[in-house]
T-cell receptor, first 115, second 111 residues
Framework: GAGVSQTPSNKVTEKGKYVELRCDPI?????LYWYRQSLGQGPEFLIY????????DSGLPNDRFFAVRPEGSVSTLKIQRTERGDSAVYLC?????????????FGEGSRLTVL | DAKTTQPTSMDCAEGRAANLPCNHS???????VYWYRQIHSQGPQYIIH?????ETNEMASLIITEDRKSSTLILPHATLRDTAVYYC????????????WGAGTKLIIKP
């Protein structure tokens, strides 16, 4: 499709396990963002990519969280040794940097549940 | 980036105009006002943005006060599908648009 695609849509895992969440941005969008959203709250910024490099990873909560975008398109958010507090919806967004609209296009999110 | 404050929730009758207020009293001259909405179980959707002038597009109108300390998003003819959480965000032009979100306003459109 033409929008931002995220997989899986739902992931249930056990405490201590490793998970990967994938984001396929809109073709041609050079900027990619990961956000995390807990119930009843607005999205919380995690990391921003410009091309292949992480331009800002200041929102990653600790070193268990890591994200990559090796070819400047698809991105993977990796969470090691998951904890119950990691349960949230993880949102990915992409945009055309250089435009002045600042419009981010979001995916539907990946709901992570850590038991 | 400027902090924004919005009412927690609002109701509006179907077919009427929905007016959603946002206060951003500490906004600086190089910060835009953006509005997004999030329908239940979906990702956020861009609505509109502005700097100083009022703006209108196919979805909504944005009215920004002359001192820029507040703004109002107007959905001219609300439908049931407009029920969502609406987020008002102030963002610097040079910040790579890394949005800082509050809790938003839960807008419920009633038949």
């Amino acid at each position: 499709g033409a929008g931002v695609s995220q997989t899986p849509s739902n992931k249930v895992t056990e405490k201590g396990k490793y998970v990967e969440l994938r984001c396929d941005p809109i073709s041609g969008h050079t900027a990619l963002y990961w956000y995390r959203q807990s119930l009843g709250q607005g999205p919380e910024f995690l990391i921003y990519f410009q091309g292949t490099g992480a331009a800002d990873d200041s929102g990653l909560p600790n070193d268990r969280f890591f994200a990559v975008r090796p070819e400047g398109s698809v991105s993977t958010l990796k969470i090691q040794r998951t904890e119950r507090g990691d349960s949230a919806v993880y949102l990915c967004a992409s945009s055309l940097v250089g435009r002045d609209t600042g419009e981010l296009f979001f995916g539907e999110g990946s709901r992570l549940t850590v038991l | 980036d400027a902090k924004t404050t919005q009412p927690t929730s609002m109701d509006c009758a179907e077919g009427r105009a929905a007016n959603l207020p946002c206060n951003h009293s500490t906004i600086s001259g190089n910060e835009y006002v953006y509005w997004y909405r999030q329908i239940h179980s979906q990702g956020p959707q861009y609505i509109i943005h502005g700097l100083k002038n009022n703006e209108t597009n196919e979805m909504a109108s944005l009215i920004i006060t002359e001192d820029r300390k507040s703004s109002t998003l107007i959905l001219p003819h609300a439908t049931l599908r407009d029920t969502a959480v609406y987020y008002c965000i102030a963002i610097r032009m040079d910040s790579n648009y890394q949005l800082i979100w509050g809790a938003g306003t839960k807008l419920i459109i009633k038949p």
